[in-house]
Structures are given as structure tokens and as C-alpha cells.
Nanobody, 126 residues
Framework: AQLVESGGDSVQTGGSLRLSCAGS????????MAWFRQTPGKEREAVAS???????TYADSVKGPFLISKDNNKNTLYLQMNNLQPEDTAVYYC?????????????????????WGQGTQVTVSS
């Protein structure tokens, strides 16, 4: 079972990207999933989460411009990112909390997630 991200690219300020995270061999989107991002020298930070019933939670820094969604039939997680800013530059990772339907109040804690993709680079230039 694995998660594979795609969709990262280089864009200019104000641009948009849609990241995808395809799961295989395990019904990942049935459970709590999340997007995180990380820049060199910094800790991985939570971006957004989505639970079994498609309820979503966002980090304050991305509320509004970012939208997390999923397609259970395709076992794929998405992150639509609009109005991108240079500070959004990072490697973006998708993750899954194995066997847990609900993300809960601790959704932003890296240690609670069991499976991770390899990451996809997003670069926003001014």
C-alpha cells in the first residue's frame, strides 16, 4: 500500500495548482487524510485534513485559497491551491491516519499519521 503525490510545479505569485495523492492497495480515502508541507530547516506543518464524511479542517494560513477534497471511487486526495504566494513554496506531502475515520482536534500532529507519500515540490516565484 502506498500514497503517491503529483501536481507540484513552479508558478508565479497568484497562480493556482491542484495536487493529487493517489492511494493504492488500501482504501485510504475512507479514513482521515491530510496534507502537510515542509521547507528546508523547518518542521513539517499541517495544511488541511478531511475525514470519512468529507468534513474538512484548515490551517489558518491557508483558509480561503486552499481546498481539500477527495474522490473515494478513485481513492485519491486533492489539494486545490489558489492565489499562491512565495511563502507557500514547500514540498507537499499527503498522509493517512490508518484505521481512523475521524481526524479530531489533533489533526495537525505529524506523529498521528501512519502513511506518507514521497512529496511533491511547489515553488512560487514573485
Amino acid at each position: 500500500a502506498q500514497l503517491v503525490e503529483s501536481g507540484g510545479d513552479s508558478v508565479q505569485t497568484g497562480g493556482s495548482l491542484r495536487l493529487s495523492c493517489a492511494g493504492s492497495e488500501y482504501p485510504y480515502t475512507t479514513y482521515c487524510m491530510a496534507w502537510f508541507r515542509q521547507t528546508p530547516g523547518k518542521e513539517r506543518e499541517a495544511v488541511a485534513s478531511i475525514d470519512r464524511d468529507a468534513r474538512t479542517t484548515y490551517a489558518d494560513s491557508v483558509k480561503g485559497p486552499f481546498l481539500i477534497s477527495k474522490d473515494n471511487n478513485k481513492n485519491t486526495l486533492y489539494l486545490q491551491m489558489n492565489n499562491l504566494q512565495p511563502e507557500d513554496t514547500a514540498v507537499y506531502y499527503c498522509s493517512s491516519r490508518g484505521g481512523r475515520f475521524w481526524c479530531g482536534g489533533g489533526w495537525g500532529s505529524v506523529s498521528l499519521y501512519d502513511d506518507w507519500g514521497q512529496g511533491t515540490q511547489v515553488t512560487v516565484s514573485s
